[in-house]
Nanobody, 122 residues
Framework: QVQLVESGGGSVQAGDSLRLSCVDSGSTFGKYAMGWFRQAPGKEREFVATISWNGGRTQYEDSVRGRFTVSRDNGKNTVFLQMNSLIPEDTGVYYC???????????????WGQGTQVTVSA
């Protein structure tokens, strides 16, 4: 069973950095690809980044490529999202999710965390 809990969100200024973490309390973390999604107020949830089970493959949404980095530590059952050069458009609730492989569409993900709020002010 996969149980995901995100942390690390907060309120920052444009240009600042945040690192989100997502911990799986289950025992099968290393079998799954992990994804990060976000939902801005009044908008649908969108793909941000994904990483394969062994960290060998990553994909990013165009607007975050070069600013965000996804990584994982299977020994700690944790996936990270390092977010640099944050802009107000990055504001939203950030969710981590687990899937069989590195999908970019949310309906392919089987397990979800509860989300963590990120607010970026100008």
């Amino acid at each position: 069973q996969v149980q995901l809990v995100e942390s690390g969100g907060g309120s920052v200024q444009a240009g600042d950095s945040l690192r989100l973490s997502c911990v799986d309390s289950g025992s099968t973390f290393g079998k799954y690809a992990m994804g990060w999604f976000r939902q801005a107020p009044g908008k649908e949830r969108e793909f941000v980044a994904t990483i394969s089970w062994n960290g060998g493959r990553t994909q990013y949404e165009d607007s975050v490529r070069g600013r965000f980095t996804v990584s994982r530590d299977n020994g700690k059952n944790t996936v990270f999202l390092q977010m640099n050069s944050l802009i107000p458009e990055d504001t939203g609730v950030y969710y981590c999710a687990a899937a069989a492989t590195t999908y970019t569409v949310q309906w392919r993900y089987d397990y979800w965390g509860q989300g963590t709020q990120v607010t970026v002010s100008a």
